[in-house]
């Protein structure tokens, strides 16, 4: 069934990422939107705030239940995002410490501290950041390189992403030939949370050159 029933339907999308996410629904129905997901869990520029509720217009189109878009693309997302906590997992912890050691502006004792805050909140962050954009797939990574029990990512990542894709399906179902006003709303706040870590890294790295510009001042 195409989401174009009828002359009067609202028109499909008939290019770009929409375009390709709706031939994938359309081919291959709750598989095709687990697998747009799974995609754009490894790759964050196809966003999910496209793919997911245009999922939710095609199931109030009739192309995919409503349950079936819900399995599929939470499915998907663990998918997703195990592959990459197995790249995290494969890189390791020795390989990061070498890494961060030939940084310039870094110490071990960054990574440390970044290490023991992972162990402290290292669930908390794995469920809340599978609903912040941007966040939802890099830390699947560092999870991975912690080596978080996978039972534990799992579960916590199959919950996260079912309120995430929830949320942004059933906007889609409801919203009908309006889905694209989620991905706008997303993006400002995908933006905004870039922003947020671009003054972050701007501001720790300022701290840090004036830190070592100090020490060596007092040497």
Same mark, same amino acid.
């Given at each position: 069934m195409h989401l174009v029933a009828s002359a009067a339907a609202p028109q499909k999308p008939d290019g770009g990422i929409a375009g390709w996410a709706t031939g994938l629904v359309e081919t291959l129905g709750g598989p095709g939107a687990g697998l747009a997901i799974a995609l754009e869990n490894l790759f964050p520029p196809l966003p999910s705030e496209v793919i997911l509720p245009l999922t939710g217009f095609a199931a109030g189109q009739g192309v995919l239940s409503l349950p079936s878009a819900l399995f599929w693309t939470t499915l998907g997302s663990v998918v997703g995002a195990v592959v990459l906590y197995w790249?995290?997992?494969?890189?390791?912890?020795?390989?990061?410490?070498?890494?961060?050691? @030939?940084?310039?502006?870094? @110490?071990?004792?960054?990574?440390?501290?970044?290490?023991?805050?992972?162990?402290?909140?290292?669930?908390?962050?794995?469920?809340?950041?599978?609903?912040?954009?941007?966040?939802?797939?890099?830390?699947?990574?560092?999870?991975?390189?912690?080596?978080?029990?996978?039972?534990?990512?799992?579960?916590?990542?199959?919950?996260?992403?079912?309120?995430?894709?929830?949320?942004?399906?059933?906007?889609?179902?409801?919203?009908?030939?309006?889905?694209?006003?989620?991905?706008?709303?997303?993006?400002?706040?995908? @933006?905004?949370?870039?922003?947020?870590?671009?003054?972050?890294?701007?501001?720790?790295?300022?701290?840090?050159?004036?830190?070592?510009?100090?020490s060596r001042d007092a040497r």
């Open positions: 790249i995290g997992a494969s890189f390791g912890r020795e390989r990061m410490h070498s890494l961060w050691a @030939k940084l310039p502006l870094v @110490k071990a004792s960054d990574l440390e501290r970044t290490e023991e805050w992972f162990s402290r909140h290292g669930t908390k962050a794995v469920f809340f950041g599978r609903m912040v954009p941007v966040f939802r797939s890099l830390i699947s990574v560092p999870a991975g390189v912690e080596r978080m029990p996978l039972r534990v990512f799992v579960t916590l990542t199959a919950l996260g992403s079912l309120i995430w894709n929830s949320a942004l399906v059933m906007a889609g179902y409801w919203l009908g030939d309006r889905w694209d006003v989620v991905g706008d709303y997303v993006g400002l706040a995908s @933006k905004a949370v870039l922003a947020l870590v671009a003054v972050a890294a701007v501001t720790w790295t300022i701290r840090r050159v004036r830190r070592s510009a100090r």
